[in-house]
């Protein structure tokens, strides 16, 4: 094989690797994300959590408004007014009905507090869904690439057996020919072997970048197409930081956290303030003190409740609430340092995964050069069959690297834009 039809050969694998099936659909890295993004019960799950902090912000807010509430009791027995008001015993049926609405006037800042707390739910989960669906997009990325390299490795490795099957079978050829000695013959079997050997580990690569690959995404990893090129990425460090400082989900969490507990504060505060409300109340009584006993009311008011001592309760959850709105504090600030140091980290990763990608390829091709380069050697007998083997090692060495340098690339430049909360 020419160094040409080598590099003709790899190239091919970087714009178009797998065809197990013309028939089958292809399937896209962007596909693939999508049925990963539809199929995930963690992206389920996320979802579920911003449903249900939406709900806790209507509880919060129900809160202001008025309540109804209907109460009522019926029973059967027997009273003996025991000749009160010249009244004997008589079976009774005692029976009474309660409505009361009551319309909260002030509470002190324990709503408010607490329809503060659930937005800043509402923030944190939404921005939990991002952070979830960034997860997702690595690994589905690193998936796609692992069962593109897999599959090239096991190319690779398949040819490897066929050429050291064949250098072996020439080696024993003339050993026994007189033409060269048995070293010859040892190093060529220890080279198959070892071709056997690289087959089988990337033929259980590729059964388990599968089997995760269909995991993540519900697709079977058919006729995958080439990895795309790097998606739109900041030009320089401060655009990417000053898009994390925006968007990335992590410190949104950590910031919609701070603003929970300051509101959790605030609210166990308002406990130590009375609430008043307004009330109207309707009620209608029969047969309660003494037979045939009637009795309607209607009532209209200022209801006002102040718990003036507590045994300790408030004073220690407002003393837990503050603790809480510390502790996130930190935490918020904890994670904007770390968000900074991970934004610069992937910005520089996608700089050198370009790099290693460009030298990779061009150290596959110079590799393939020089291998064609000692097969004609070789066979001329200006080299040994030993040179050649390890010429083909550096060769299918070279060419997974460029692959691997591949997936590297494109997981890198998914990782920025995780952290930019662009995905």
Do not use: C
Request: no cysteine; charged share 20%; hydrophobic share 45%.
């Amino acid at each position: 094989m020419t160094a040409k039809r080598r590099l003709a050969h790899m190239l091919l694998w970087l714009a178009a690797p797998l065809a197990v099936s013309g028939a089958a659909q292809a399937t896209t890295l962007d596909e693939a994300l999508a049925a990963a993004i539809a199929h995930a019960p963690e992206i389920a799950a996320a979802d579920a959590d911003a449903d249900a902090a939406k709900a806790r912000l209507e509880q919060a807010k129900a809160g202001r408004l008025p309540t109804a509430t209907l109460s009522g009791t019926i029973g059967y027995g027997r009273l003996d007014p025991r000749g009160f008001f010249g009244l004997g015993a008589a079976n009774v049926t005692p029976r009474a009905a309660q409505i009361t609405v009551e319309q909260p006037l002030f509470t002190g800042g324990r709503v408010s507090a607490g329809v503060d707390q659930a937005r800043a739910g509402i923030v944190g989960a939404e921005a939990g869904q991002v952070g979830m669906r960034s997860q997702l997009v690595m690994a589905v990325t690193q998936a796609y690439g692992d069962v593109l390299t897999a599959a090239h490795m096991v190319d690779l490795y398949g040819r490897l057996v066929i050429q050291t099957t064949e250098i072996e079978r020439q080696a024993r050829l003339k050993f026994r020919a007189g033409e060269s000695p048995s070293t010859d013959v040892s190093q060529a079997s220890a080279r198959l072997a070892e071709a056997r050997a690289g087959l089988a580990r990337v033929e259980g690569m590729q059964v388990s970048s599968a089997a995760h690959f269909r995991n993540l995404t519900g697709l079977e990893p058919v006729d995958l197409q080439p990895l795309p090129s790097n998606p739109v990425l900041p030009a320089t460090l401060d655009e990417a930081m000053d898009a994390a400082t925006r968007n990335n989900p992590a410190l949104a969490q950590s910031e919609a956290s701070l603003r929970a507990a300051q509101a959790a504060a605030r609210g166990a505060r308002a406990e130590r303030l009375p609430t008043v409300g307004a009330f109207v109340e309707g009620a209608t009584v029969r047969d309660q003190f003494f037979p045939d006993y009637r009795a309607d009311s209607a009532t209209v008011g200022i209801r006002a409740r102040w718990e003036l001592f507590s045994g300790g309760r408030v004073s220690g959850k407002v003393a837990e609430t503050d603790s809480s709105f510390r502790a996130a504090d930190a935490r918020a600030r904890a994670m904007r340092m770390q968000v900074e140091e991970q934004v610069i980290s992937a910005f520089q990763d996608v700089r050198t995964a370009q790099l290693v990608e460009q030298a990779a390829t061009e150290q596959a091709a110079a590799a393939a050069q020089a291998l064609d380069s000692i097969t004609q050697e070789v066979r001329v007998g200006m080299k040994p069959q030993l040179d050649l083997l390890d010429a083909e090692r550096e060769s299918i060495a070279a060419e997974a690297g460029a692959a691997r340098a591949g997936t590297d690339r494109i997981v890198a430049a998914y990782r920025l834009l995780s952290l930019l909360g662009r995905y």
